[in-house]
């Protein structure tokens, strides 16, 4: 099943993250799958905590952008846009180095709510970080 339009380029998403936090951050749209939006996040001095691991408010952020962005994709937009409502991080591995990567898949698709699952993997595919998102879907 196609869910995500087939007119959109990993190009068009990511000039969307020109001069805001996900520039910032570093992160960039890796992947346009058939159900599933990829993203990646260095982590470098600009996602790490203090005690040189990578920040969970930093997971959480790339968990947001690719959960709404995929969200956004996949209403008529023209008519609607996708914000968050809720997310939620559960934490099970640190990262030091190289980049994550974030997959969203929808677990739920609604009229007025979506729910994503998102999972953060480091370089060697282990789980960094689930993440849950729920966003609303709002008119123009």
Not at 26 to 54: C, F, N
Not at 98 to 120: C, D, F, K, M, N
Request: proline share 3%; net charge negative; charged share 20%.
């Amino acid at each position: 099943m196609m869910l995500f339009p087939t007119d959109i380029s990993l190009d068009m998403l990511n000039v969307t993250s020109r001069s805001n936090l996900i520039a910032h951050l570093g992160i960039e749209y890796i992947d346009l799958g058939s159900d599933a939006l990829y993203a990646r996040m260095p982590v470098d001095q600009r996602t790490k905590q203090p005690m040189g691991i990578l920040h969970g408010g930093a997971s959480v952020v790339l968990a947001e952008t690719v959960g709404t962005m995929a969200a956004n994709l996949v209403v008529d937009r023209n008519k609607y846009y996708c914000v968050g409502l809720e997310v939620n991080a559960n934490h099970v591995r640190k990262a030091t180095e190289g980049y994550v990567y974030a997959e969203a898949i929808p677990l739920h698709i609604g009229r007025s709510t979506h729910v994503w699952q998102i999972h953060i993997t480091d370089e060697q595919k282990q789980l960094v970080c689930t993440s849950r998102l729920t966003v609303a879907v709002l008119e123009k």
